[in-house]
């Protein structure tokens, strides 16, 4: 797998660390951009991180002023319901297992296991690429 074949959003986020050996660094930056674009896609500045992956994934219907990102089609269906659960997990799990020790972790990672961490933010970044945004109606 070529790390510049990972989605724009990571690679350009990670590629100046990466390239420079910092390959923590590159993970931190990644998921700080894909927190970023979350937050313009819903217009949430109020949360970040594990909490606003909750809340723009949840499964409950939007409110006002909290709209959803949910993998599009009919929400009868199964696997639409398996992936709107799915992302919701993954996304608090990514911000939980990868961002935070990224961040707040001194020690650098080894390069396989930060290729392997953007490639899990790069697969999350490519599916909210395809979600909607769902408003609360007014």
Known sequence: MSADALHPLVWDAASGRWGAGHYSDAVQRAATFLNANVQDLTGRRDVSDSELMREAFSLSDPAPAKPRLWWPGDSADLTVKSMRVGILN????????????ATHSTDDMERQEALEQLATLSILARWIDRCELVRAES
């Open 90 to 101: 993954m996304a608090q799990g990514v911000f939980s297992a990868i961002r935070n020790p």
